[in-house]
């Protein structure tokens, strides 16, 4: 590899804001581990899974790097990484996190019209965008998305058996995990860098699911109120789950307390286990990353 072509990587190599690892991780031996990684405004974020004992060993969140693209990030990272960029893996799988996708029926998805279904809703540049899609074998769901081309090309060449999803799949599966049969109606929120995903899900059963782009809390409270109300929820009675990127006493979830009676955090994923190291981080945060375990 020449120079010129290693040096940009290095130096814009993302700042790690957390470290965590089991002891028990064996970077030897990674055919026993799955990789989990999501890339997207608010950085990059790496998780690692024992796969006999269904077990976060490894979490690890980077600050993104100006003026820099996710590929470009990924690689830079990878460069000092001993575990990023390493074959071997059990399973692999990269979320990316953006406002592009749209989620189509099953039964109304044709393989290869990907471009003209995410064409409704967002004009691709076809030069650095390219569409993906990954289905919900569960859910009867096809979701639709566009990635950063750069990243979809490192990331697919590295990992060539390793699938490639939307952040808001990895949400919807954890929802789903969650979920009770029978259920009522429940809104969930996730927040993070100026991005607000609202899912709805009633009977294990998906019904509304978007992304809105918001700058003040009042943008976020705005957002939320319109979906209840369109879904003919009362902010006074039904209860509204947050995870994601906010303080117990930050602005956003001031507001949201402020305006929704029944607001509260929610749980990791159920029925994973998570080693000891991760138990200073909040269960509320990091939860499309775990989520990925539940994606296929």
């Not at 969930?188 to 782009?213: G, H, M, P, W």
């Amino acid at each position: 590899m020449s120079v010129t072509a290693s040096a940009p990587d290095v130096s814009a190599a993302p700042i790690a804001q957390l470290l965590l690892r089991d002891e028990t991780l064996d970077p030897a031996n990674l055919a026993a581990y799955n990789l989990y990684l999501t890339a997207g405004p608010a950085g990059l974020r790496v998780g690692v899974a024992d796969v006999r004992r269904n077990k976060f060993v490894a979490l690890e969140d980077y600050a993104p790097t100006p003026a820099t693209s996710l590929a470009g990030q990924f690689r830079a990272l990878a460069a000092t990484h001993d575990l990023l960029g390493q074959p071997g893996w059990n399973s692999v799988r990269l979320a990316v996190q953006n406002r592009f996708f749209t989620l189509l029926p099953a039964p109304l998805f044709r393989q290869g019209d990907e471009a003209a279904y995410l064409r409704l809703h967002h004009h691709l540049d076809a030069d650095h965008e390219t569409v993906q899609h990954y289905r919900h074998s569960t859910l009867e769901t096809v979701s639709i998305f566009a990635a950063e081309k750069a990243l979809a090309d490192w990331y697919h060449q590295l990992y060539p058996a390793g699938k490639l999803v939307h952040q808001t799949s990895a949400l919807l599966e954890g929802v789903i995990h969650q979920s009770e049969q029978s259920a009522p109606r429940r809104v969930y929120l996730s927040i993070s860098q100026q991005e607000l995903t609202v899912v709805a899900v009633r009977d294990k059963r998906v019904e509304f699911c978007n992304v809105f782009a918001f700058t003040s809390a009042e943008d976020l409270i705005y957002y939320t109120i319109l979906v209840m109300q369109e879904l003919q929820l009362n902010p006074d009675q039904d209860p509204v789950i947050v995870w994601g990127d906010l303080m117990h006493d930050s602005e956003l979830f001031t507001i949201l307390r402020k305006y929704i009676r029944h607001v509260r955090f929610g749980n990791r994923p159920f029925d994973l286990a998570y080693s000891y190291r991760l138990n200073d981080v909040f269960e509320y945060r990091y939860f499309e990353l775990y989520a990925l375990h539940l994606c296929e």
